[in-house]
């Protein structure tokens, strides 16, 4: 079926050094959210991108989608502990169903 | 209620015993969706609720499993005869409208023995 594919699937860091994970997808994609998911707890939303190319900024996160609206991507610079999780896109196929990405688990050495 | 609610948080049960899981969403959320979790790995959908409409059970993985959602509010998740392979989080989200984020529960750990 359609799916969602996310690498890394794990990523080590030194604290202070940047972090990326993609996203992509063989078809077009109507939106695409991320979500981070910590130790333990349930995914918890952090954004939408909809349009073309769109770039969105949080303080130390930067995400992007792709000018096909095909791929995305999450990066974070000077990663801190706090920053530890597993963060996963959901892409929209179509449907009003996310299909979920299986994460990057974001390992952040002190 | 302030934020989803699932429960049992865990469930411990036998091989091919019954389990119900139960979620209740965001009040006046309108969509309401399951996913289940195995460990290390990602969010695997199994049904979608929308309103007074018809499910979307295209993500369940046998006939074991249904759900229901009852004057469109609670969910409850069924998994009849279960199997060590169904061992999982079940992870309940629900959504104000169409395409907008999800706010997930904590959910239900479930352990078949």
């Known amino acids: 079926g359609q799916q969602v594919m996310q690498i890394p699937q794990y990523q080590h860091v030194q604290e202070g050094e940047d972090f990326t994970t993609y996203c992509n997808s063989s078809?077009?994609?109507?939106?695409i959210q991320w979500y981070k998911q910590r130790p333990g707890g349930h995914p918890v939303f952090l954004i939408q991108?909809?349009?073309?190319?769109e770039v969105k900024k949080q303080k130390r996160l930067t995400f992007q989608f792709g000018e096909a609206k095909k791929n995305s991507s999450l990066h974070i610079t000077a990663t801190q502990t706090t920053d530890v999780g597993t963060y996963f896109c959901a892409g929209g196929l179509g449907s009003y169903i996310p299909t979920f990405g299986r994460g990057t688990s974001l390992i952040v050495h002190p | 209620g302030a934020g989803v609610s699932q429960s049992p948080s865990n469930k411990v049960t036998e091989k091919g015993k019954d389990v119900e899981l139960r979620c209740d969403p965001i009040?006046?959320?309108?969509?309401l969706y399951w996913y289940r979790q195995s460990l290390g790995q990602g969010l695997e959908f199994l049904i979608y609720f929308q309103g007074n409409s018809a499910p979307d059970k295209s993500g369940l993985p046998s006939d074991r499993f249904s759900a229901e959602r009852t004057g469109g509010s609670v969910s409850t998740l069924t998994i009849q005869r279960t199997q060590q392979e169904d061992s999982a989080v079940y992870l309940c989200?629900?959504?104000?409208?169409?395409?907008?984020?999800?706010?997930f529960g904590s959910g239900t750990q479930l352990s078949v023995l």
């Open positions: 078809t077009t994609l109507s939106n």
């Open positions: 009040s006046g959320h309108t969509a």
């Open positions: 989200a629900s959504s104000g409208t169409l395409n907008e984020k999800l706010f």
């Open positions: 991108l909809v349009k073309s190319g």
